[in-house]
């Protein structure tokens, strides 16, 4: 992990399949009772959206930290939109802290979130990350690890942070605004011109519903994957696997 820099580097692990979570406790549980706890034989990425729209978003992320204290290099968290203060206070994770807890328990998630890192590259070639790209083609992985994400704790309304939680894939050349309301939309060129800068394969995120389990767009090189039911997304990684099969992102 590259401290405070927002980026995770990997080398030799590859995705093998993936599955979806509800954001529900109980349906965490399932999924992990069903594919294998987290252990040697069994290392997750869990690509944002932790917590907001549910009744446990806060046994959620208490779960997800106690597996990422007991097993740090081989359980990973990428911050989401819904990981930031303005989507708690909309969405319900906020006072959900406050109805179980209080104010402090919600400003120290606060604070733990703004730790999460905002990208995860694997095996060098596979940039992960909740929303999207960048509406500067300059942009560079380097720039990404220069990001102080403990000083700038929010996204804002701009930057590459905002960009990171927030931008979506289009169809057409170029960039546009988003339907969102914040962030923007890349297209095709846009992904092959970063691929290209940075020496990856492909960008995998989350973000938007995929109603065929996931969308393999972009002449290939970026890969959405479904959020199901209350939006929610992980991949499972496991070591000995030596190739990245598209077929296995919706099992």
């Not at 204290?69 to 939109?81: A, E």
């Not at 406050?98 to 120290?108: M, P, S, T, W």
């Not at 499972?236 to 099992?251: E, G, K, Q, V």
């Given at each position: 992990m590259?401290?405070?820099l927002g980026l995770l580097l990997f080398r030799s692990i590859f995705f093998s399949r993936a599955n979806?979570?509800?954001?529900?406790?109980?349906?965490?549980l399932e999924i992990f009772r069903l594919n294998g706890f987290p252990s040697d034989a069994h290392h997750y990425l869990f690509n944002g959206d932790f917590v907001d729209r549910g009744s446990w978003s806060t046994e959620v992320a208490l779960l997800l930290y106690a597996y990422k204290w007991l097993r740090p290099d081989g359980f990973f968290l990428n911050r989401g939109n819904h990981e930031t203060d303005?989507?708690?206070r909309a969405y319900g994770f906020e006072g959900e802290c406050r109805a179980k807890y209080n104010e402090?328990?919600?400003?120290?998630?606060?604070?733990?979130?703004?730790?999460l890192p905002l990208a995860t590259l694997i095996g060098d070639k596979f940039f992960t990350l909740h929303g999207g790209l960048f509406s500067d083609d300059n942009t560079s992985l380097d720039d990404i690890r220069k990001l102080n994400r403990h000083n700038q704790?929010?996204?804002?309304?701009?930057g590459l942070m905002m960009e990171m939680l927030w931008t979506d894939p289009q169809p057409l050349p170029g960039r546009g605004p988003s339907k969102r309301g914040v962030g923007l939309q890349f297209?095709?060129?846009?992904?092959?011109?970063?691929?290209?800068?940075?020496?990856?394969?492909?960008v995998i995120r989350s973000h938007e519903v995929r109603m065929e389990g996931y969308e393999v767009e972009h002449d290939g090189r970026c890969i959405t994957g479904i959020y199901f039911v209350l939006f929610y997304m992980f991949f499972i990684l496991d070591d000995d696997t030596n190739h990245f099969d598209f077929s296995l992102l919706c099992t």
């Amino acid at each position: 992990m590259v401290g405070r820099l927002g980026l995770l580097l990997f080398r030799s692990i590859f995705f093998s399949r993936a599955n979806y979570w509800i954001g529900q406790f109980f349906d965490l549980l399932e999924i992990f009772r069903l594919n294998g706890f987290p252990s040697d034989a069994h290392h997750y990425l869990f690509n944002g959206d932790f917590v907001d729209r549910g009744s446990w978003s806060t046994e959620v992320a208490l779960l997800l930290y106690a597996y990422k204290w007991l097993r740090p290099d081989g359980f990973f968290l990428n911050r989401g939109n819904h990981e930031t203060d303005d989507m708690n206070r909309a969405y319900g994770f906020e006072g959900e802290c406050r109805a179980k807890y209080n104010e402090r328990v919600f400003k120290l998630f606060s604070e733990s979130f703004s730790a999460l890192p905002l990208a995860t590259l694997i095996g060098d070639k596979f940039f992960t990350l909740h929303g999207g790209l960048f509406s500067d083609d300059n942009t560079s992985l380097d720039d990404i690890r220069k990001l102080n994400r403990h000083n700038q704790r929010q996204p804002g309304q701009e930057g590459l942070m905002m960009e990171m939680l927030w931008t979506d894939p289009q169809p057409l050349p170029g960039r546009g605004p988003s339907k969102r309301g914040v962030g923007l939309q890349f297209g095709p060129d846009v992904t092959k011109r970063f691929c290209e800068k940075n020496g990856l394969e492909a960008v995998i995120r989350s973000h938007e519903v995929r109603m065929e389990g996931y969308e393999v767009e972009h002449d290939g090189r970026c890969i959405t994957g479904i959020y199901f039911v209350l939006f929610y997304m992980f991949f499972i990684l496991d070591d000995d696997t030596n190739h990245f099969d598209f077929s296995l992102l919706c099992t």
